[in-house]
Protein backbone atom coordinates (compact mmCIF):
# COMPACT_ATOMS: atom_id res chain seq x y z
CA UNK A 1 0.00 0.00 0.00
CA UNK A 2 1.10 3.81 -1.07
CA UNK A 3 2.40 5.75 2.30
CA UNK A 4 1.42 9.06 0.39
CA UNK A 5 -0.06 10.00 -2.88
CA UNK A 6 0.24 14.25 -3.24
CA UNK A 7 -2.42 15.60 -5.78
CA UNK A 8 -1.30 17.95 -7.65
CA UNK A 9 1.79 18.58 -10.14
CA UNK A 10 2.59 21.94 -9.35
CA UNK A 11 5.32 23.21 -7.44
CA UNK A 12 4.02 22.82 -4.24
CA UNK A 13 3.26 19.40 -5.05
CA UNK A 14 6.63 18.27 -6.36
CA UNK A 15 8.15 19.71 -3.16
CA UNK A 16 6.31 17.62 -0.99
CA UNK A 17 6.65 14.31 -2.90
CA UNK A 18 10.55 15.02 -3.26
CA UNK A 19 10.58 15.85 0.85
CA UNK A 20 8.59 12.84 1.24
CA UNK A 21 10.18 9.98 -0.84
CA UNK A 22 13.70 11.47 0.87
CA UNK A 23 12.22 10.78 3.86
CA UNK A 24 11.69 7.40 3.48
CA UNK A 25 8.12 7.23 2.20
CA UNK A 26 6.79 5.15 -0.90
CA UNK A 27 4.85 8.28 -2.58
CA UNK A 28 2.86 8.58 -5.82
CA UNK A 29 2.10 12.17 -7.54
CA UNK A 30 -0.75 12.69 -9.70
CA UNK A 31 -1.33 15.85 -11.73
CA UNK A 32 -4.82 16.03 -13.90
CA UNK A 33 -3.02 17.72 -17.01
CA UNK A 34 0.18 18.38 -17.54
CA UNK A 35 3.20 19.30 -14.49
CA UNK A 36 3.54 22.50 -13.94
CA UNK A 37 0.40 23.61 -16.42
CA UNK A 38 -0.98 25.64 -13.88
CA UNK A 39 0.05 28.80 -11.68
CA UNK A 40 3.43 27.43 -11.34
CA UNK A 41 4.16 28.28 -14.94
CA UNK A 42 2.53 31.88 -14.42
CA UNK A 43 3.98 33.52 -11.58
CA UNK A 44 6.20 36.55 -11.78
CA UNK A 45 9.07 33.99 -11.86
CA UNK A 46 10.80 35.47 -8.87
CA UNK A 47 12.25 33.99 -5.75
CA UNK A 48 12.53 36.90 -3.29
CA UNK A 49 11.67 37.22 0.27
CA UNK A 50 8.73 39.97 -0.57
CA UNK A 51 9.81 43.52 0.11
CA UNK A 52 6.81 44.80 -0.63
CA UNK A 53 4.98 42.02 2.61
CA UNK A 54 7.06 44.28 4.86
CA UNK A 55 4.41 47.31 4.36
CA UNK A 56 1.28 44.38 6.19
CA UNK A 57 3.95 43.00 8.65
CA UNK A 58 4.70 39.45 7.21
CA UNK A 59 7.90 39.87 8.87
CA UNK A 60 7.89 35.74 9.74
CA UNK A 61 7.05 35.23 6.08
CA UNK A 62 9.94 37.57 4.82
CA UNK A 63 12.46 35.97 6.99
CA UNK A 64 11.08 32.52 5.58
CA UNK A 65 11.50 33.13 2.70
CA UNK A 66 14.93 34.80 2.22
CA UNK A 67 15.86 31.70 4.05
CA UNK A 68 14.63 29.60 1.63
CA UNK A 69 16.22 32.30 -1.38
CA UNK A 70 19.64 31.82 0.00
CA UNK A 71 19.13 28.13 0.19
CA UNK A 72 17.85 27.80 -3.80
CA UNK A 73 20.42 29.59 -4.93
CA UNK A 74 22.90 27.21 -3.49
CA UNK A 75 20.90 24.22 -5.02
CA UNK A 76 19.85 25.26 -8.10
CA UNK A 77 22.42 27.80 -9.38
CA UNK A 78 21.91 26.84 -13.23
CA UNK A 79 18.00 28.00 -12.00
CA UNK A 80 17.74 30.01 -9.76
CA UNK A 81 20.02 33.75 -10.52
CA UNK A 82 20.33 37.09 -8.32
CA UNK A 83 19.30 39.56 -10.29
CA UNK A 84 19.99 43.50 -9.54
CA UNK A 85 16.59 45.56 -8.40
CA UNK A 86 16.21 48.93 -8.86
CA UNK A 87 13.83 51.28 -7.06
CA UNK A 88 13.11 54.98 -8.42
CA UNK A 89 12.00 57.69 -6.15
CA UNK A 90 10.47 60.48 -7.83
CA UNK A 91 8.65 63.72 -6.31
CA UNK A 92 5.46 62.34 -5.94
CA UNK A 93 6.42 58.42 -4.82
CA UNK A 94 3.90 57.53 -1.97
CA UNK A 95 6.75 55.89 -0.53
CA UNK A 96 10.10 58.08 0.46
CA UNK A 97 14.03 57.59 0.64
CA UNK A 98 13.89 57.47 4.42
CA UNK A 99 10.83 54.90 4.62
CA UNK A 100 12.72 52.68 1.70
CA UNK A 101 15.98 52.70 3.12
CA UNK A 102 14.48 51.69 7.00
CA UNK A 103 12.43 48.72 4.39
CA UNK A 104 15.83 47.19 2.53
CA UNK A 105 17.60 47.76 6.07
CA UNK A 106 14.93 45.34 7.86
CA UNK A 107 15.14 43.22 5.09
CA UNK A 108 18.64 43.03 4.84
CA UNK A 109 18.51 42.15 8.78
CA UNK A 110 15.72 39.50 7.97
CA UNK A 111 18.22 38.02 5.55
CA UNK A 112 20.61 36.78 8.72
CA UNK A 113 24.05 37.54 7.21
CA UNK A 114 23.07 36.66 3.36
CA UNK A 115 25.71 39.02 1.56
CA UNK A 116 22.37 39.97 -0.94
CA UNK A 117 20.91 41.47 1.76
CA UNK A 118 23.29 45.10 1.12
CA UNK A 119 21.33 47.57 -0.68
CA UNK A 120 23.24 50.91 -2.01
CA UNK A 121 21.92 53.91 -3.35
CA UNK A 122 22.39 54.63 -6.81
CA UNK A 123 24.69 57.77 -8.09
CA UNK A 124 22.13 59.20 -10.89
CA UNK A 125 24.40 61.80 -11.87
CA UNK A 126 27.06 58.87 -12.93
CA UNK A 127 24.80 56.05 -14.25
CA UNK A 128 23.61 55.75 -17.66
CA UNK A 129 22.19 52.01 -17.83
CA UNK A 130 18.61 53.82 -16.67
CA UNK A 131 18.04 56.36 -19.38
CA UNK A 132 15.38 54.87 -20.77
CA UNK A 133 13.98 55.10 -17.78
CA UNK A 134 11.08 58.40 -16.76
CA UNK A 135 14.18 60.82 -15.93
CA UNK A 136 11.65 63.80 -15.13
CA UNK A 137 11.39 64.27 -11.32
CA UNK A 138 13.21 61.46 -10.28
CA UNK A 139 15.11 62.44 -7.15
CA UNK A 140 16.76 59.07 -6.34
CA UNK A 141 16.72 55.65 -6.87
CA UNK A 142 17.99 52.23 -4.74
CA UNK A 143 19.56 48.85 -5.82
CA UNK A 144 19.28 45.56 -3.88
CA UNK A 145 19.01 42.37 -4.49
CA UNK A 146 16.51 39.33 -4.98
CA UNK A 147 16.59 36.19 -7.59
CA UNK A 148 14.73 34.92 -10.65
CA UNK A 149 14.12 31.39 -12.08
CA UNK A 150 12.07 29.93 -14.75
CA UNK A 151 9.17 28.27 -12.57
CA UNK A 152 8.61 26.15 -15.23
CA UNK A 153 11.74 24.13 -15.24
CA UNK A 154 12.32 24.54 -11.71
CA UNK A 155 8.92 22.74 -10.71
CA UNK A 156 10.28 20.53 -13.65
CA UNK A 157 13.49 19.94 -12.10
CA UNK A 158 12.03 19.01 -7.92
CA UNK A 159 9.67 16.77 -10.08
CA UNK A 160 12.62 15.14 -11.69
CA UNK A 161 14.70 14.53 -8.37
CA UNK A 162 11.50 13.77 -6.33
CA UNK A 163 11.28 10.38 -9.50
CA UNK A 164 15.12 9.98 -9.55
CA UNK A 165 14.53 9.16 -5.54
CA UNK A 166 11.68 6.72 -6.66
CA UNK A 167 8.53 8.86 -6.02
CA UNK A 168 5.25 7.94 -9.35
CA UNK A 169 4.74 10.56 -11.28
CA UNK A 170 1.81 10.27 -13.09
CA UNK A 171 0.44 12.95 -15.36
CA UNK A 172 -3.10 13.76 -17.07
CA UNK A 173 -4.57 11.84 -14.19
CA UNK A 174 -7.93 12.98 -12.78
CA UNK A 175 -9.44 12.46 -9.39
CA UNK A 176 -12.64 11.33 -9.02
CA UNK A 177 -13.84 10.31 -5.74
CA UNK A 178 -11.98 9.65 -2.18
CA UNK A 179 -13.03 7.89 0.58
CA UNK A 180 -11.33 8.39 3.97
CA UNK A 181 -10.90 5.68 6.46
CA UNK A 182 -9.83 5.68 9.99
CA UNK A 183 -6.04 4.37 8.35
CA UNK A 184 -6.77 3.92 4.59
CA UNK A 185 -8.22 6.45 1.98
CA UNK A 186 -9.46 5.06 -1.49
CA UNK A 187 -8.92 6.93 -4.73
CA UNK A 188 -10.48 6.77 -8.14
CA UNK A 189 -9.38 8.12 -10.58
CA UNK A 190 -9.90 8.39 -14.65
CA UNK A 191 -6.74 9.09 -16.77
CA UNK A 192 -6.51 10.74 -19.82
CA UNK A 193 -7.37 8.19 -21.96
CA UNK A 194 -10.50 6.81 -20.14
CA UNK A 195 -9.24 4.01 -18.18
CA UNK A 196 -10.43 3.59 -14.72
CA UNK A 197 -8.84 2.58 -11.32
CA UNK A 198 -8.15 2.88 -7.65
CA UNK A 199 -5.31 3.02 -5.67
CA UNK A 200 -5.26 2.69 -1.84
CA UNK A 201 -3.29 4.96 0.30
CA UNK A 202 -2.05 6.01 3.85
CA UNK A 203 -2.13 9.57 3.40
CA UNK A 204 -3.21 12.38 0.97
CA UNK A 205 -1.98 16.20 0.11
CA UNK A 206 -3.98 17.55 -1.34
CA UNK A 207 -1.69 20.34 -3.33
CA UNK A 208 -3.81 21.38 -6.48
CA UNK A 209 -3.45 25.32 -5.69
CA UNK A 210 -6.56 27.41 -6.20
CA UNK A 211 -8.14 24.16 -6.87
CA UNK A 212 -8.06 22.98 -3.34
CA UNK A 213 -11.67 23.28 -2.76
CA UNK A 214 -12.70 21.93 -6.07
CA UNK A 215 -10.60 18.62 -5.09
CA UNK A 216 -12.41 18.18 -1.65
CA UNK A 217 -16.00 18.56 -3.09
CA UNK A 218 -15.45 15.02 -3.87
CA UNK A 219 -13.93 13.53 -0.80
CA UNK A 220 -16.04 11.39 1.39
CA UNK A 221 -16.51 11.77 4.64
CA UNK A 222 -17.85 15.37 3.85
CA UNK A 223 -14.92 18.02 3.98
CA UNK A 224 -15.07 22.09 4.91
CA UNK A 225 -12.81 23.93 2.54
CA UNK A 226 -11.32 26.98 4.10
CA UNK A 227 -12.67 30.23 3.31
CA UNK A 228 -10.86 31.66 0.18
CA UNK A 229 -10.41 34.13 -2.23
CA UNK A 230 -8.67 33.96 -5.53
CA UNK A 231 -6.21 36.29 -6.87
CA UNK A 232 -5.34 36.63 -10.19
CA UNK A 233 -1.91 38.08 -11.24
CA UNK A 234 -1.29 38.60 -15.30
CA UNK A 235 1.52 39.68 -17.03
CA UNK A 236 1.99 41.05 -20.40
CA UNK A 237 5.96 40.08 -22.08
CA UNK A 238 6.80 43.13 -24.77
CA UNK A 239 8.87 42.97 -27.76
CA UNK A 240 11.32 45.59 -26.39
CA UNK A 241 14.73 44.49 -25.33
CA UNK A 242 15.46 43.72 -21.42
CA UNK A 243 15.99 46.02 -18.84
CA UNK A 244 19.40 46.29 -17.21
CA UNK A 245 17.75 44.57 -13.75
CA UNK A 246 14.16 44.16 -12.44
CA UNK A 247 12.30 47.87 -11.62
CA UNK A 248 10.32 48.07 -8.49
CA UNK A 249 8.03 50.09 -9.49
CA UNK A 250 4.56 52.24 -7.60
CA UNK A 251 1.89 51.74 -9.60
CA UNK A 252 0.23 55.25 -10.86
CA UNK A 253 -3.40 53.90 -10.68
CA UNK A 254 -3.40 52.86 -7.29
CA UNK A 255 -1.23 51.85 -3.96
CA UNK A 256 0.48 48.76 -5.17
CA UNK A 257 3.91 48.24 -6.87
CA UNK A 258 4.51 46.24 -9.90
CA UNK A 259 8.10 44.87 -11.79
CA UNK A 260 9.47 45.33 -14.75
CA UNK A 261 12.03 42.30 -15.67
CA UNK A 262 13.95 41.04 -18.63
CA UNK A 263 12.76 37.36 -19.39
CA UNK A 264 14.16 35.58 -22.25
CA UNK A 265 16.04 38.73 -23.84
CA UNK A 266 12.61 40.53 -23.59
CA UNK A 267 10.87 42.78 -20.90
CA UNK A 268 8.10 40.98 -18.64
CA UNK A 269 5.97 43.42 -16.94
CA UNK A 270 3.47 42.37 -14.05
CA UNK A 271 1.61 42.18 -12.04
CA UNK A 272 -1.74 42.30 -11.49
CA UNK A 273 -3.98 41.36 -8.35
CA UNK A 274 -7.91 40.47 -9.41
CA UNK A 275 -10.15 39.22 -6.86
CA UNK A 276 -12.70 36.36 -8.57
CA UNK A 277 -15.77 35.45 -7.52
CA UNK A 278 -15.11 31.99 -8.96
CA UNK A 279 -12.14 29.97 -10.06
CA UNK A 280 -12.40 29.64 -13.52
CA UNK A 281 -10.99 26.35 -15.58
CA UNK A 282 -8.46 28.62 -17.75
CA UNK A 283 -7.00 32.20 -16.61
CA UNK A 284 -7.32 34.34 -19.10
CA UNK A 285 -6.14 38.21 -18.83
CA UNK A 286 -8.56 40.87 -18.51
CA UNK A 287 -9.26 43.91 -20.85
CA UNK A 288 -8.76 46.01 -17.35
CA UNK A 289 -6.05 44.15 -16.07
CA UNK A 290 -3.96 44.81 -19.93
CA UNK A 291 -4.68 48.28 -19.94
CA UNK A 292 -3.07 48.36 -16.17
CA UNK A 293 -0.04 47.26 -16.79
CA UNK A 294 0.51 48.98 -20.38
CA UNK A 295 -0.74 52.52 -18.78
CA UNK A 296 1.49 52.00 -16.03
CA UNK A 297 4.80 51.20 -17.65
CA UNK A 298 3.85 53.98 -20.20
CA UNK A 299 4.39 56.33 -17.07
CA UNK A 300 7.74 55.10 -16.68
CA UNK A 301 9.15 54.05 -20.34
CA UNK A 302 7.97 56.72 -22.69
CA UNK A 303 10.35 56.26 -25.79
CA UNK A 304 7.01 54.27 -27.48
CA UNK A 305 3.66 55.98 -27.39
CA UNK A 306 0.82 53.67 -25.71
CA UNK A 307 -0.53 52.94 -29.10
CA UNK A 308 3.14 51.83 -30.10
CA UNK A 309 3.25 49.76 -27.11
CA UNK A 310 0.22 48.15 -27.87
CA UNK A 311 2.01 46.43 -30.94
CA UNK A 312 4.80 45.22 -28.88
CA UNK A 313 2.89 42.97 -26.73
CA UNK A 314 3.83 39.47 -27.84
CA UNK A 315 2.62 37.49 -24.95
CA UNK A 316 0.48 36.93 -21.59
CA UNK A 317 -0.10 34.91 -19.14
CA UNK A 318 -1.79 34.63 -15.68
CA UNK A 319 -2.05 32.62 -12.49
CA UNK A 320 -4.22 32.29 -9.71
CA UNK A 321 -3.79 31.97 -5.84
CA UNK A 322 -5.77 30.63 -3.08
CA UNK A 323 -5.43 33.62 -0.75
CA UNK A 324 -7.31 33.69 2.55
CA UNK A 325 -10.17 35.11 2.87
CA UNK A 326 -10.30 38.50 4.48
CA UNK A 327 -10.94 42.09 4.08
CA UNK A 328 -9.42 44.92 2.05
CA UNK A 329 -7.63 44.74 -1.13
CA UNK A 330 -5.65 41.78 -2.68
CA UNK A 331 -2.05 43.34 -1.72
CA UNK A 332 -2.43 44.15 1.32
CA UNK A 333 -3.82 40.44 2.47
CA UNK A 334 -1.93 37.73 4.31
CA UNK A 335 0.43 35.63 2.22
CA UNK A 336 1.02 32.89 4.54
CA UNK A 337 0.54 29.29 3.34
CA UNK A 338 -2.75 27.45 5.03
CA UNK A 339 -2.91 23.71 6.00
CA UNK A 340 -6.14 22.53 6.32
CA UNK A 341 -6.62 19.10 8.50
CA UNK A 342 -9.80 18.31 9.99
CA UNK A 343 -10.74 15.90 12.57
CA UNK A 344 -12.82 13.35 10.50
CA UNK A 345 -10.00 13.15 8.01
CA UNK A 346 -6.89 13.49 9.45
CA UNK A 347 -4.77 11.86 6.93
CA UNK A 348 -6.07 14.23 4.09
CA UNK A 349 -3.86 17.23 4.52
CA UNK A 350 -4.96 20.48 1.66
CA UNK A 351 -2.13 23.09 1.17
CA UNK A 352 -3.73 26.60 0.15
CA UNK A 353 -1.55 29.60 -1.31
CA UNK A 354 2.20 29.35 -0.84
CA UNK A 355 4.67 31.25 -2.52
CA UNK A 356 7.47 29.67 -5.23
CA UNK A 357 9.89 30.52 -3.01
CA UNK A 358 9.44 28.85 -0.16
CA UNK A 359 8.20 25.25 -1.56
CA UNK A 360 10.96 24.29 0.07
CA UNK A 361 9.71 25.47 3.70
CA UNK A 362 6.14 24.25 2.99
CA UNK A 363 7.35 20.76 1.89
CA UNK A 364 8.62 20.37 5.80
CA UNK A 365 5.81 21.35 7.27
CA UNK A 366 3.69 18.77 5.56
CA UNK A 367 6.46 16.06 6.14
CA UNK A 368 5.92 17.26 9.96
CA UNK A 369 2.46 16.38 9.47
CA UNK A 370 3.05 13.06 7.16
CA UNK A 371 5.42 11.94 10.26
CA UNK A 372 3.19 12.36 12.42
CA UNK A 373 0.34 10.49 10.83
CA UNK A 374 3.00 7.74 9.40
CA UNK A 375 5.49 7.66 11.95
CA UNK A 376 9.20 8.22 11.12
CA UNK A 377 10.63 6.46 7.93
CA UNK A 378 14.27 5.43 7.39
CA UNK A 379 15.44 8.58 5.00
CA UNK A 380 17.54 7.99 1.99
CA UNK A 381 18.51 11.44 1.01
CA UNK A 382 19.05 14.87 2.22
CA UNK A 383 17.06 17.78 -0.14
CA UNK A 384 18.56 20.57 2.23
CA UNK A 385 21.93 19.13 0.25
CA UNK A 386 20.98 17.53 -3.14
CA UNK A 387 21.01 19.75 -6.13
CA UNK A 388 18.37 20.87 -8.18
CA UNK A 389 19.98 20.05 -12.01
CA UNK A 390 18.02 21.10 -14.76
CA UNK A 391 16.07 18.25 -17.33
CA UNK A 392 14.74 18.68 -20.95
CA UNK A 393 11.53 19.81 -21.86
CA UNK A 394 10.56 16.11 -22.62
CA UNK A 395 12.23 14.62 -19.47
CA UNK A 396 8.20 13.30 -18.42
CA UNK A 397 7.56 12.03 -21.92
CA UNK A 398 5.99 8.35 -22.09
CA UNK A 399 9.75 6.56 -21.90
CA UNK A 400 10.54 8.58 -18.61
CA UNK A 401 7.11 7.50 -16.80
CA UNK A 402 8.14 5.35 -14.97
CA UNK A 403 10.55 5.87 -11.54
CA UNK A 404 14.14 6.10 -11.67
CA UNK A 405 16.34 3.89 -9.80
CA UNK A 406 17.04 5.77 -6.33
CA UNK A 407 20.33 7.99 -6.20
Given at each position: ?9 G ?6 A?AA ?7 A ?8 S?T ?7 I ?7 E ?10 L ?7 Q???E??K??P ?7 D?Q??L ?44 LQ??D??T ?6 M????S?Q ?31 T?G ?12 P ?8 VT ?6 A ?8 L ?8 G??YL ?5 E?V ?5 W?N????G ?15 T ?31 C ?6 A???S ?5 R ?6 Q ?6 V ?7 T??M ?10 R ?36
Amino acid sequence: MLDVLVIGGGITGVGVAQAAVAAGYSVALWERGALASGTSSHSSKLIHGGLRYLESGQLTLVRRCLHARRQLLQLAPELVKAVPFYIPLYQDSQRGLLTLSAGLSLYGLLSQGDPLGKFTRVNLASSEQHHLLQQQGLRHMLQYWDAQTDDKALTMAVAASAQQLGAEIQQYRQVTDIYHGARVCQVRYRDSDGTLGERRVKMIINATGPWASELLANVTPKQMPAAMTWVQGSHLLLDIESPVGIYYLESRLDERVFFVMPWKNKTLIGTTEVALATMPDKPQITCEEYDYLLDNYHHYFTQYSRAELASLVIGNFCGVRALPAQAGSAFSRARETLFVQQANSPRLVSVYGGKLTEFMPIAQDVLAMIRAQLGERHAIADINTRAIVPVADDYFAADNAQPHMAL
